[in-house]
């Protein structure tokens, strides 16, 4: 069971390194796609309004410098998601893997949770998609959308299954594409993951005020942000850590951050710089 850690990644120099860590030892390969500019299909002035990421890149070359038998990584522009996904499926199916595992770059998993999930998919072989959900972590390391609370399921785990067969004899090859930015033509049913088995810790509204600026001009739901969004929920829910319904495009997606302390978190990320801080400045 070969299993290729996909991450398709632009301006990620906060979490790329704890991300990749934490899925390296449980995967045959892992692949990165490392835009070098944002995507335009969300934001046309995207590439205009955003700073040069430069810290993303030296990262990556230094992880692939560290695991050069492990790391392969592929550099270019891509225009939309969907694009640069179906770059690392392309990689993923040229080095022969039977799943491709997507994850973010702002995605970390606990140790234990990963050998739940390859349990699983050994148990469920049939099957040709995993749901993994996730707790979303909301301006800091204590407070988070936690995965039961969390309508999001993300399809993180899909088999390659590249021909399709009759009574076990492949007939015809099967062409496997991204066809949305979170599910790819993989044959077979879904299989989602119960939260206490699995789930993976989101950082993606856990960031610096800085990066968090750039998100929102550069992220793939940019173009939906409700008017007045930052300035009535994102910037004064420090002042008011009650406020309920504060996803950016569809407010009950988020009903309410919780403090948790993060006791919970894998060893790798009590080293964060942001662990233990009230708020990420």
């Not at 040229?94 to 595992?101: H, I, L, Q, R, T």
């Not at 399809?155 to 590249?162: A, G, H, P, S, W």
């Not at 007045?228 to 997606?253: A, F, G, L, S, T």
């Amino acid at each position: 069971m070969k299993i290729g850690a996909v991450f398709c990644i632009y301006n990620e120099p906060e979490y790329i390194d704890y991300a990749v860590r934490s899925v390296l030892p449980a995967v045959e390969k892992v692949f990165i796609v490392l835009g070098k500019a944002p995507y335009t299909a969300y934001n046309p002035k995207a590439r205009d309004l955003s700073k040069a990421d430069t810290q993303t890149e030296p990262i990556v070359d230094r992880l692939a410098g560290e695991y050069p038998d492990k790391i392969q990584v592929t550099k270019g522009i891509w225009d939309n998601e969907l694009d640069e996904r179906n770059t690392g499926l392309k990689m993923c199916l040229d080095a022969g893997m039977d799943y491709f595992w997507l994850v973010d770059g702002d995605e970390v998993y606990r140790a234990d949770h990963i050998e739940n999930i390859k349990r699983g998919i050994a148990e469920h072989p049939n099957h040709g998609t995993f749901i993994v959900k996730c707790d979303t972590f909301w301006r800091s390391f204590n407070y988070r959308i936690p995965a039961q609370e969390n309508s999001w399921r993300p399809r993180r785990i899909f088999k390659l299954t590249k021909w399709r067969t009759l009574l076990g004899i492949p007939i015809f090859p099967h062409q496997l594409r991204f066809k949305g930015i979170n599910d790819i033509t993989s044959l077979g049913p879904i299989y989602e993951f119960p939260p206490e088995q699995a789930i993976f810790y989101h950082f993606s509204y856990a960031r610096s005020s800085k990066a968090m600026d750039e998100k929102f001009v550069t992220f793939s739901h940019a173009h939906q942000i409700l008017p007045d969004w930052v300035e009535k929920v994102w910037k004064p829910w420090p002042n008011n850590r009650e406020m309920e319904n504060i996803h950016p495009v569809d407010p009950p997606k988020f009903p309410k951050a919780h403090f948790v302390r993060p006791d919970d978190f894998p060893e790798i990320l009590k080293k964060h710089p942001y662990y233990g801080l009230d708020l990420i400045p």
